[in-house]
T-cell receptor, first 112, second 114 residues
Framework: DQQVKQNSPSLSVQEGRISILNCDYT??????FLWYKKYPAEGPTFLIS?????DKNEDGRFTVFLNKSAKHLSLHIVPSQPGDSAVYFC???????????FGTGTRLKVLA | DGGITQSPKYLFRKEGQNVTLSCEQN?????MYWYRQDPGQGLRLIYY???????QKGDIAEGYSVSREKKESFPLTVTSAQKNPTAFYLC?????????????FGQGTRLTVV
């Protein structure tokens, strides 16, 4: 049973436009959500996180929105740049644990 | 520079042999993790350790073993019992929860069984 789901395996966006990556979860006991960016044959790099007590967190071009009632979070990248082309993973950490549960990733392609 | 070092980057193993993947961190992080990534799939947790001399199984621990004798080190042994060991292995570490939720990853080791 997959607790963190990224239902879109891929997304293409024109340079300069907004990229919206989505993530759904099933466990209401997650207290942190994180987004990672990954290039092939490299380790994921941390992008941005959000606590379950917030509904928005912003860092430069990256904003994460959390809708607890819908058990849904999204990552907005604006404006999108060709260097943003990568696989993006959503992850969640259950309350009181050190564990991280990852989604299957969404491959973003930003077209120049 | 602080970080997580995985070695080697590429590893070839003959079927039936055990192999150990190295992971070292100098971030003074309490927790360390091993994940596996297969093509088209997310990261699946193999083992994790919250403190020295203690570790817990993740979702896919069968055929793997770990040790945590030092805070800085968390080696993963892929045993001959692991039925499908060819994959990209990622090590990560994180501070205690009260110092931030982020986990930081190494660059990965690609293991190929030949």
């Amino acid at each position: 049973d997959q607790q963190v789901k990224q239902n879109s395996p891929s997304l293409s966006v024109q340079e300069g436009r907004i990229s919206i990556l989505n993530c759904d979860y099933t466990n209401s006991m997650f207290d942190y959500f994180l987004w990672y960016k990954k290039y092939p044959a490299e380790g994921p790099t941390f992008l941005i996180s959000i606590s379950s007590i917030k509904d928005k967190n912003e860092d430069g071009r990256f904003t994460v929105f959390l809708n607890k009632s819908a058990k849904h979070l999204s990552l907005h990248i604006v404006p999108s740049q060709p260097g943003d082309s990568a696989v993006y993973f959503c992850a969640a950490s259950p309350m009181g644990t050190y564990k991280y549960i990852f989604g299957t990733g969404t491959r973003l392609k930003v077209l120049a | 520079d602080g970080g997580i070092t995985q070695s080697p980057k590429y590893l070839f193993r003959k079927e039936g042999q055990n192999v150990t993947l190295s992971c070292e961190q100098n971030l003074n992080h309490d927790a360390m993790y091993w994940y596996r990534q297969d093509p088209g799939q997310g990261l699946r947790l193999i083992y994790y350790s919250q403190i020295v001399n203690d570790f817990q199984k993740g979702d896919i621990a069968e055929g793997y073993s770990v040790s945590r004798e030092k805070k800085e080190s968390f080696p993963l042994t892929v045993t001959s019992a692991q039925k499908n060991p060819t994959a990209f292995y990622l090590c990560a570490s994180s501070p205690s929860p009260d110092r931030g939720p982020e986990a930081f990853f190494g660059q990965g080791t690609r293991l190929t069984v030949v």
